[in-house]
T-cell receptor, first 113, second 114 residues
Framework: GESVGLHLPTLSVQEGDNSIINCAYS??????FIWYKQESGKGPQFIID?????DKRQGQRVTVLLNKTVKHLSLQIAATQPGDSAVYFC????????????FGEGTQLTVNP | ETGVTQTPRHLVMGMTNKKSLKCEQH?????MYWYKQSAKKPLELMFV???????ENNSVPSRFSPECPNSSHLFLHLHTLQPEDSALYLC?????????????FGAGTRLSVL
């Protein structure tokens, strides 16, 4: 069935390095994707989104890449900082599902000083 | 903060208790959502409300009863819960500006059922 999932449950990086968090999806009818960040004790926080008619979108220190051919989404964080430590998960919206989002399981990012 | 406030932040209840979770959004949004977040599992959608009308019930047991008196407030009434209902319950809201699909979340209520 349709699913949104992440390749790795945990990712550990050194402060200052770039981080790449991956997400695979299986529904080719997905037309919109969101990355969320969830810090301990907080709710998910919107980071960046991308529509399926785009391959790349950049924000402040973050870039989302979308490869529709292999149904793969990635979040790149430049110059990772300790404050970036959190769980990151992607969500997809299927074109015919209205506003419903399907969420992935999440990747725990740990930034080592 | 996100503009979505949930109370209480923590709740411990017995299986025979009745309690309610509250969510309030100050973003002028029209849609509100309840999600359940369990450890190592993706967010599970429970209920969706649009303009105070319930538009989705994702096969949630009747021991969970939502209420949406207006577009800014959402409640989740709990009764006769089971220990497996222990989880983080998240509320989210969404505006309809330009067809946006971004949902904004509250900090959640951490529920423990004993």
């Amino acid at each position: 069935g349709e699913s949104v999932g992440l390749h790795l449950p945990t990712l550990s990086v050194q402060e200052g390095d770039n981080s790449i968090i991956n997400c695979a999806y299986s529904n080719s009818a997905s037309d919109y994707f969101i990355w969320y960040k969830q810090e301990s004790g907080k709710g998910p926080q919107f980071i960046i989104d991308i529509r399926s008619n785009m391959d790349k979108r950049q924000g402040q220190r973050v870039t989302v890449l979308l490869n529709k051919t292999v149904k793969h989404l990635s979040l790149q964080i430049a110059a990772t900082q300790p404050g970036d430590s959190a769980v990151y998960f992607c969500a997809e919206k299927i074109e015919t599902s209205g506003s419903r989002l399907t969420f992935g399981e999440g990747t725990q990012l740990t930034v080592n000083p | 903060e996100t503009g979505v406030t949930q109370t209480p932040r923590h709740l411990v209840m017995g299986m025979t208790n009745k309690k309610s979770l509250k969510c309030e959004q100050h973003l002028g949004h029209n849609a509100m959502y309840w999600y359940k977040q369990s450890a190592k599992k993706p967010l599970e959608l429970m209920f969706v409300y649009n303009f105070k009308e319930q538009t989705e019930n994702n096969s949630v047991p009747s021991r969970f009863s939502p209420e949406c008196p207006n577009s800014s407030h959402l409640f989740l009434h709990l009764h006769t819960l089971q220990p497996e209902d222990s989880a983080l319950y998240l509320c989210a809201s969404r505006g309809d500006f330009g067809g946006s699909s971004i949902q904004y979340f509250g900090a959640g209520t951490r529920l423990s059922v004993l």
